[in-house]
């Protein structure tokens, strides 16, 4: 911006866009994600390569899915690594981001009390151990937060034509993945988690695996860079650089080599161009 176009703003405006050019210029990227990769201890794993190898500082704004895209509409973060498929899809159909890619996958899983009072351990199938769960009346914890884990939840029960809001045997959180995970081990109750937060919590809950193993429980991440057409104060450069770089060899490699005692978490799922526009 010229000096001449500068002095034109109001005071309020002309600090606000300074503002504004010196986090793009400092190379800060804010990066909305879910709970997930940042409890898992992914994101301290992978972010310290890719800030050593391109020199941008990564702000990690962890929160459920649902609350990262809102925060992208409002322009507030740069960049969006979330695993809400269908709500993504919107996103970027409504024109709030750019250039979504498939970065990883891994799956949701049921987990609740060692000692199974709904005797749904060893399940393969998510609708029928939600059926027989229900049934039981035993405690279960709903992250309630909008989160793609939660999206996930509520679909599956309304695949078997249950409401289980308002029920005595289910509780509302509004939490993320760690933080109900440690909620079930007190009660003790069972949840819907994601793989990778239950494998970095699972030696402090104690919590078994009840059911695992069906299609349905499949989860998907995606990255997205926040649309600069829609919020010219973004920084979509060193999004790009990210997006880039998550989805390169290397970026995908270091996915794949992120283990928690010796167990794989999340695997690479980047197939080559599929940028969405």
Request: proline share 4%; charged share 20%.
């Amino acid at each position: 911006m010229s000096r001449i176009a500068f002095r034109k703003l109001p005071v309020a405006a002309g600090i606000a866009c300074l503002m504004a050019l010196s986090a793009v210029q400092a190379g800060e990227l804010k990066l909305a994600t879910t709970t997930s990769t940042e409890n898992s201890g992914l994101l301290k794993y992978l972010l310290p390569k890719f800030e050593q190898k391109t020199g941008v500082n990564v702000k990690v704004i962890a929160v459920g899915s649902g609350k990262a895209m809102k925060m992208g509409e409002m322009g507030d973060v740069d960049v969006l690594l979330v695993h809400a498929r269908k709500m993504e899809d919107e996103f970027v159909a409504a024109g709030y981001g750019v250039n979504r890619r498939d970065v990883m996958y891994n799956d949701f899983i049921v987990v609740g009390p060692a000692s199974d009072p709904a005797g749904i351990k060893g399940s393969k199938d998510v609708l029928a151990g939600f059926r027989k769960l229900a049934g039981s009346g035993s405690k279960f914890i709903s992250r309630g937060d909008n989160s793609g884990t939660d999206v996930m939840e509520k679909d599956y029960w309304k695949q078997i034509g249950i409401e289980p809001k308002g029920q005595p045997w289910y509780v509302n959180a509004g939490l993320g993945m760690g933080e109900v995970l440690t909620m079930a081990a007190q009660m003790p109750a069972y949840t819907l988690s994601d793989r990778a937060t239950y494998g970095a919590y699972r030696a402090k809950t104690g919590l078994a695996v009840a059911v695992q193993g069906d299609p349905k429980m499949f989860n998907p991440y995606g990255i997205i860079a926040v649309n600069p057409a829609k919020h010219a104060g973004t920084n979509y450069t060193d999004a790009m650089k990210l997006v880039e770089w998550i989805t390169s060899p290397e970026g995908q490699q270091a996915i794949a080599g992120y283990k928690v005692e010796g167990e794989q978490l999340f695997f690479p799922d980047y197939k080559g161009t599929q940028a969405s526009k």
